[in-house]
T-cell receptor, first 114, second 107 residues
Framework: NAGVMQNPRHLVRRRGQEARLRCSPM?????VYWYRQLPEEGLKFMVY????????ESGMPKERFSAEFPKEGPSILRIQQVVRGDSAAYFC????????????FGQGTRLTVV | AQRVTQPEKLLSVFKGAPVELKCNYS??????LFWYVQYSRQRLQLLLR??SRESIKGFTADLNKGETSFHLKKPFAQEEDSAMYYC?????????FGTGTRLQVFP
């Protein structure tokens, strides 16, 4: 089991471009979580998804950010028209179907907006 | 509002000294509590969870419902314990992380 895979590891975008961050959960895991880590801050919850469903998006900014977890393929966090303030590390975690179990994290994608 | 607080951004100790990383939470109900650790250049990983009441790498954490605390302790710190530590209550459907404490253990 390769663990949670995120790509790319590093992503540079100019202001106004789109950023697409991918997360492949561990085999057998149907719950995916996205977190954002700003410099000098902790991990902030963004969104919780199950296959084809958004369960909790209370941490997602209202505009420009969206997430999906299709039936086939990785989960995608999409940021449209990026701004400098979007520069951060974005982490994905997955867990098995049973709740309250350990969440396994990817190595993160570091987004830099120039 | 539901909140988790880790008051110390940085904790520096010498090897062999006791360590206590503080965590306070304010949650309704009975959240399950976790400590996660991130060593340099590695991914975030689970260190321990209160429900299992086990000791991992010499660390223990006791849930104090009266004080709503879940402090992480180790009697004798080692250099390899240097890392970022995050307290994380699990409530309803997700983990909520504190801002983290960086532990530095000097030789």
């Amino acid at each position: 089991n390769a663990g949670v895979m995120q790509n790319p590891r590093h992503l540079v975008r100019r202001r106004g471009q789109e950023a697409r961050l991918r997360c492949s959960p561990m085999k057998g895991h149907s719950h995916v979580y996205w977190y954002r880590q700003l410099p000098e801050e902790g991990l902030k919850f963004m969104v919780y998804l199950q296959k084809e469903n958004i369960i909790d998006e209370s941490g997602m900014p209202k505009e420009r950010f969206s997430a999906e977890f299709p039936k086939e393929g990785p989960s995608i966090l999409r940021i449209q028209q990026v701004v400098r303030g979007d520069s951060a590390a974005y982490f994905c975690a997955s867990s098995p179907q049973v709740q309250n179990t350990e969440a396994f994290f990817g190595q993160g994608t570091r987004l830099t907006v120039v | 509002a539901q909140r988790v607080t880790q008051p110390e951004k940085l904790l520096s100790v010498f090897k062999g000294a006791p360590v206590e990383l503080k965590c306070n939470y304010s949650y309704s109900g009975s959240p399950e509590l976790f400590w996660y650790v991130q060593y340099s250049r590695q991914r975030l990983q689970l260190l321990l969870r209160h429900i299992s009441r086990e000791s991992i790498k010499g660390f223990t954490a006791d849930l104090n419902k009266g004080e709503t605390s879940f402090h992480l302790k180790k009697p004798f710190a080692q250099e390899e314990d240097s890392a970022m530590y995050y307290c994380a209550p699990y409530n309803t459907d997700k983990l909520i992380f504190g801002t983290g404490t960086r532990l530095q253990v000097f030789p």
